[in-house]
């Protein structure tokens, strides 16, 4: 089984942003609990008396936000990028997926709808070439609770039963599940992967994005795993 992390960043209804960014990654099972042992390391320095207390969330983290605000801006941005670091270097079958979305160039389509279905077939047709490959793995994707729940779970159904622009969903073993990001390290990172990617469209900002360019879902020399619109 695939367990795919998503979150989103930047706001659907702000206009003062450009882009809408949803992304996230493809954990295979068994490297869940590696990467979560992993990043509770890095936020243990935060609170040693309650390390699962802190939550790792890219936004926050960069701008001193909330209990980020004690800490010094170099301790934070180090703690983003090791939280990187810990999916780009981990198990070679982990793949990021990511839609970032110009809101004008797609006006007046939904910023949420176009991504979500871009994500969801890329996902889908990840999971199709390892059947190919005598790998056969379900997925399931799971989502930050606080992300477009109604919108997302109305489209999941309805790409399992009529079909998306590209065909019909056949390797998700269920609709997306919704998890409150404190109970989930993986839900935090992916909100760091998407945070990251955000900044460097919106912001040309790539410090974050240099560390985990090269993890996106590619075969061939093709990169699937990233959409730009």
Known sequence: MHLFYADESGSVGDANQSFFVLA???????????????LDKIAA??????PLSVELHGSPMMSGKGLWRRFPKEARINA??????????SHPSNRIFAVAVKKATISPQ???TYAF???????????????RNGDTQRGIIV????????????LATDFRTVGHT???????????????????RLIQVADIIAYAIFRHFEHNDSRFFSIIQDRFDAEGGIVHGLHVR
């Open 166 to 184: 590209w065909g019909v969903i056949r390797n998700l073993a269920e609709v997306p599940l919704f998890l409150e990001s404190k109970a989930s």
């Open 24 to 38: 996230g990654f493809s954990v295979f099972e068994r490297q869940g609990y590696w990467i979560s042992q992993e």
């Open 45 to 50: 320095p935060f609170n040693l008396a309650d």
């Open 110 to 112: 939904d910023p949420i």
């Open 80 to 89: 983003l990028e090791q939280s990187l670091r810990i999916i780009a270097e």
């Open 143 to 154: 989502f930050d609770k606080s992300t477009y729940e109604t919108t997302i779970q109305a």
């Open 117 to 131: 279905e871009q994500l969801a077939s890329r996902f889908d047709y990840y999971l199709q070439r390892l059947h």
